[in-house]
């Protein structure tokens, strides 16, 4: 499972998601609902982004939902998460998740795969930021995404 916001998805995440694919089989891409952040996308957007995305792989599924990840995780029959890393400060944030996750859910295992370093320095947050200041996003998404990040703070500016 490749848990996140995704919001938006960004070339990175889809970097992660291929790689991840070298070394299994299926992967659940699951849109989580962070208590600390207030997404620009609602869960059904993201959800049609990534499905959009990833429409042609049969072993990619994605999903949503909100709660503790090892409950979901128990739910579904999953112990294999997929973290992606960019930089030292995301090591400590995912390293103390990982350690929590695993008190909680001992059978719990965790791989941190890095981006290529053309998206080491990407993060949603950034590419929102950008497009939110009418910057070009379109090196950093998906083309449809930038459609929908520019569309998005359109309606923001029209209020």
Known sequence: MYPGSFDPVTNGHI????????FIDKLIISIIRHP????LFTF?????MLTDIFSDRKNIAVEYF??????????KGVYLVIRGLRAVSDFDYEFQMVLTNRKMLSTIETIFLT?????????SSTVKEIARLRGPVE???P???ADKLKE????VSNY
Do not use: C, T
Request: net charge neutral; charged share 45%.
């Open 36 to 39: 600390s952040k207030k997404p």
């Open 143 to 145: 083309a449809f995404v």
């Open 15 to 22: 970097d992660v998601v291929e790689r991840s694919l070298k």
């Open 139 to 141: 090196k950093f998404v």
């Open 44 to 48: 059904k957007e993201r959800f049609e």
């Open 115 to 123: 981006p290529r370093e053309e998206y080491l320095y990407l993060s």
């Open 152 to 155: 998005k703070f359109n309606e």
């Open 66 to 75: 909100d709660g503790l990840l090892i409950d979901y995780l128990e739910k």
